[in-house]
């Protein structure tokens, strides 16, 4: 049985999944109170070095650290790998943002690491350098290095953003 709610989601039979246009997917939790029901949605659970919430769209990997296991987007594994690109070449890269008001704050501007419109959300890459995350289902994701001047292309293992542990 479907039913339109205020926020024009949706509740499906036993699924109870909403999807609405300012995020992407939440429990309902209604609340009894007072001979009245309120609906409620849950926050959204955060995940990643830049907490924020998991597109379903995109790709997101698991650290493979036991002690660690958090999920990271793709995209914040390929813009690590392009501030670490960036430094390397002895470019000054800013650092990565933290915390939701300053990932908000910052997404209007760039700081010279793009993500690049992809399927996946898998790929960044700045004027010099494209990363891809590629992640085969048998075997440990690896990132995609491109050198954009030259053409070569180099792959390298994929670190947790967190415990820095090889993910394998």
């Not at 990997?61 to 392009?82: E, F, M, P, R, Y």
């Amino acid at each position: 049985m479907m039913q339109k709610c205020q926020d024009q989601a949706s509740i499906s039979g036993d699924r109870r999944t909403i999807t609405t246009p300012r995020s992407y997917r939440q429990v309902p939790n209604l609340i009894q109170h007072r001979g009245r029901t309120n609906f409620l949605l849950k926050p959204l659970r955060l995940i990643c070095e830049c907490t924020q919430p998991h597109n379903p769209d995109h790709l997101i990997v698991k650290c493979s650290n036991q002690a660690c296991g958090i999920w990271l987007h793709a995209s914040c594994l390929a813009k690590d790998t392009i501030q670490r690109k960036q430094q390397e070449q002895g470019i000054k890269a800013e650092p990565a943002t933290k915390g939701r008001k300053q990932a908000r704050k910052s997404a209007g501007r760039t700081n010279g690491t793009n993500n690049a419109a992809d399927d996946n959300g898998a790929c960044a890459e700045d004027e010099n350098t494209k990363a891809e995350l590629v992640a085969p289902e048998s075997a440990a994701p690896e990132m995609l290095v491109t050198d954009k001047k030259t053409g070569d292309e180099t792959k390298e293992s994929v670190h947790c953003l967190s415990c820095k542990e090889l993910i394998e």
